[in-house]
């Protein structure tokens, strides 16, 4: 058992105004199952990178062990080769045997370690990295978001694998995941670091009365800057009456005004002083009232615009299936579900199982010319798939890799009003300084960012989420459940986050019964 040491840590990328970490010190134990939680862009994977010793910092970081991260690089022509092959650059020291242990530990059959890399999933992807990576020994892990792009049974199997290990730090914007495999928390807040004891849920409840005392103790601050304020304004204009008298009289009517002159110079002597006094208070009363809001969470409101469909049924699949073109199987076959006004339908299964094809042909369905629309996309049917007529769609794409440009070029192309589309990001929490960048340069979560704000800003029949969550920050998918609960549009959904489903969906669509 050993420590990380952090010391006046302090680090910021070139061109930009703002420090990612200015003068912070905190230590943190190798032995310990850390979650590192945060908002997006607030410096998660620039910490692990920092460990990695690949940026220049000022401080220092002292560790008396070894890193080692997860997701492994793998380009071009890396992705015919195998995982047995692709682990000897990934970590050179490891021993096969091992690896073979950690898989089985991953309930993943051997052989997938041999399988040229292409031919896997995400999830053996994922899996076949996370066995390399604890395949060694003395290693502190740094496991960056490892369940993005997982179905659920992925997702259950990396959990359960994660809670059986020490000596990580896990960035995760997955509660449950964070719940259910760490000990402590490493908490990049607005203003400060803080570490401790815990998963994400005791941190919240203690964050939550934290900044419930803040916020009561502000008030009370706000109350008491706001008498000394008008105590000053009182005693301000009794200085200044008092000054103006001791220079302006009548010396006919005030025959003896002048002898007064002193008594009233220091009467307005003082009460100057009394005013400097007041404001010298108030000015410490603000920066403490300043310092106690600097780490609350205010999650700010979102709103939404659904349209009213003048017919309830909006979908309506029945016996429905769905085959790529030159394809032996079909994707998925009979599926029979109806997505009413009003609903929130979630559909669940494994990766592959069809749930974006489907997507794909309800959109082609909103065309003029469905059945072309959905040749187009290399599909063919099989059953009756029904949309309302004359349905105006909101939609949030999986992919990002196309969002290219500035922010006033996108507003365009989707005729949304520019200074509206800031504000919603405002509201996510993305700084105003990212505005200036071109989109290719956004993170993956505030990629995502750009698309929600698209589709909430877009008035729309039915909303269309095809893994809205990913990379999203934790905080930012409280706010989007705060808002869909109060405005209850009427959804299409697809989303691995537990938590999330749990929350919002009216209905769950498992794909697994019709996977063929």
Sequence with gaps: MSQIDVNDLTFYYEGSPDYIFEHVSFSVDTDWKLGLIGRNGKGKTTFLRLLLGSCEYSGSIRADTAFD???????????????????????????????????????????????????????????????????????????????SHLDQASRESVKAYLAGKKGFILVSHDRDLLDACVDHVLVLNRKTIEVQSGNFSSWWENKRRKDACSRAENEKHLKEIAALRKAAARSRQWADKSERSKIGFDPVKEPDHKGKRPYIGTKTKKMQSRVRQMEQRIGREIEEKEGLLQDVEEIASLKLMPLTHHKDCLIRAEGYGLQYAGAPEPVFDRLSFSLHRGERVFLSGGNGCGKSSFIKAVLAGCTEDREQAVRDKGLQEKGVLETASGMVISCVEQDTSFLMGGIREF?????????????????????????????????????????????????????????????????????????????????????????????IATKVVDFAPFFK
């Design 69 to 147: 991260y997860f997701p492994y690089p793998v380009r071009g022509e890396e992705m015919e080769r195998c995982g047995a092959e692709l682990s000897e650059s990934w970590k050179p020291d490891c021993e096969s045997w091992r690896v073979l242990r950690e898989l089985d530990r991953l309930e993943l059959d051997a052989e997938v370690f041999y399988r040229p890399f292409r031919t896997l999933s995400h999830g053996e992807r994922t899996k076949v990295m996370l066995a390399v990576l604890f395949s060694g020994e003395h290693d502190f892990l740094l496991v960056d978001e490892p369940t």
């Design 411 to 503: 507003c365009e192309r989707r005729g949304l009003e520019e200074h509206l589309f800031c504000a919603v990001l405002r509201q996510l929490d993305m700084e105003r300084a990212q505005f200036a960048k071109p989109m290719e340069d956004y993170s993956e979560g505030q990629k995502k960012k750009v698309l929600l704000a698209a589709s909430l800003l877009t008035p729309a029949h039915l909303y269309i989420w095809d893994e809205p969550l990913n990379y999203i920050d934790v905080f930012s998918r409280m706010q989007i459940e705060k808002l869909l609960l109060s405005s209850r549009p009427t959804m299409l959904v697809v989303e691995h986050d537990v938590r999330f489903r749990e929350t």
